[in-house]
């Protein structure tokens, strides 16, 4: 019904930058909060930035200052520009979106499949 797909990720030396992009596709009724989460090896996945359909944006205290989530409502497509990146932000990044599909009246969560970010020092 509802479908994620990152891109935007790939090997980059500490203090670079790179942006993570997440569109959604399918049958689609409306879209709420869109998350970015990450899962390093042998770690539990955390969430690393949120943004709701109205745009408020919270971010962890890891990531604050480093990191810009946004999103193109019309393209149903959200965003993470990171900045300052450092060897410990190696994850595979994950996108998570809310979307009541066009068959529905429920919120459902959906997952992205994940794309690598490797900050080499």
């Known amino acids: 019904q509802v479908q994620l797909v990152e891109s935007g990720g790939g090997l980059v030396q500490a203090g670079g930058s790179l942006r993570l992009s997440c569109a959604a596709s399918?049958?689609?009724?409306s879209m709420w909060t869109m998350r970015w989460h990450r899962q390093a090896p042998g770690n539990q996945r955390e969430?690393?930035?949120?943004?709701?359909?109205?745009?408020?944006?919270n971010y962890a205290d890891s990531v604050k200052g480093r990191f810009t989530i946004s999103r193109d409502n019309a393209k149903n497509t959200v965003f993470l520009q990171m900045n300052s990146l450092k060897p410990e932000d190696t994850a595979v990044y994950y996108c998570n979106a809310e979307a009541i599909p066009l068959s529905e009246y429920v919120v459902r969560r959906y997952w992205g499949q994940g794309t690598q970010v490797t900050v080499s020092s």
């Open positions: 399918g049958s689609i009724r």
């Open positions: 969430l690393v930035a949120a943004i709701t359909n109205t745009g408020n944006t």
